[in-house]
């Protein structure tokens, strides 16, 4: 079975300031990853995935995130945070890519001014 | 981009009562998705399916029925509600090779 781990609900850092949120998986076999980010009231939008390759992935607004499968983590980063990026942010594994996508409980990011 | 249409946005009913869900999607995808998102539990996987007439049984499957009518619609079922189901519904779908998944606004559903 896969599960994803995310160990901080709540993560505050300042704006400008760099950001790291953790992720960690369980998968017997290569995952797909993903990170996704829900604004309020809204739906999940993907951030970036990974399944082979380049184990740093780029997403969008300056996101990246790194595989490293002796880990098995999936961290998601970003060199400097604005206040637009507060959100609840989710990473999910999949063993097949469209098939029971499962999520972590999700990190909620604020940005002090 | 791909649109995912639920109805209705907010539902409150009583436990026991009948309700249904309903999800749209206009892009053709073959996959759609129930997920029920609860404050630390992310979101969990109801029921998904690979296409009309398919359903198959995800994670939290419990006092849920689901229905794929067509290609663009998939119904979750409520059929005898319990206060255990309040909870903010998604929908979602995808298609073959993608693996990106585009999410509905959600449906908050209260059962008092």
């Known amino acids: 079975a896969q599960s994803v781990t995310q160990p901080d609900a709540r993560v505050t850092v300042s704006e400008g300031a760099s950001l790291q949120l953790r992720c960690k998986y369980s998968?017997?076999?290569?995952?797909?990853l993903f990170w996704y980010v829900q604004y309020p009231r809204q739906g999940l939008q993907l951030l970036l995935k990974?399944?082979?390759?380049?184990?740093v992935v780029q997403g969008v607004n300056g996101f990246e995130a790194e595989f490293i499968k002796s880990n098995s983590s999936f961290h998601l980063r970003k060199a400097s945070v604005h206040w637009s990026d507060s959100a609840v942010y989710f990473c999910?594994?999949?063993?097949?890519?469209?098939?029971?996508?499962?999520f972590g409980a999700g990190t909620k990011l604020t940005i002090k001014p | 981009e791909a649109a995912v249409t639920q109805s209705p946005r907010n539902k409150v009913t009583v436990t026991g009562g009948n309700v249904t869900l309903s999800c749209r999607q206009t892009?053709?995808?073959?996959?759609m998705y129930w997920y029920r998102q609860d404050t630390g539990h992310g979101l969990r996987l109801i029921h998904y399916?690979?296409?009309?007439?398919?359903?198959q049984i995800g994670d939290v499957p419990d006092g849920y029925k689901a229905t794929r009518t067509t290609q663009e619609d998939f119904f979750l079922l409520l059929e005898l509600a319990s206060p255990s189901q309040t909870s903010l519904y998604f929908c979602?779908?995808?298609?073959?090779?993608?693996?990106?998944?585009?999410f509905g606004k959600g449906t908050r559903l209260t059962v008092v």
């Open positions: 999910a594994v999949s063993a097949h890519g469209n098939e029971k996508i499962t």
């Open positions: 979602a779908s995808s298609d073959i090779g993608t693996s990106e998944v585009f």
């Open positions: 892009n053709s995808h073959n996959y």
């Open positions: 998968y017997s076999g290569t995952p797909y």
């Open positions: 990974y399944y082979s390759g380049d184990p």
């Open positions: 399916s690979y296409g009309a007439g398919n359903l």
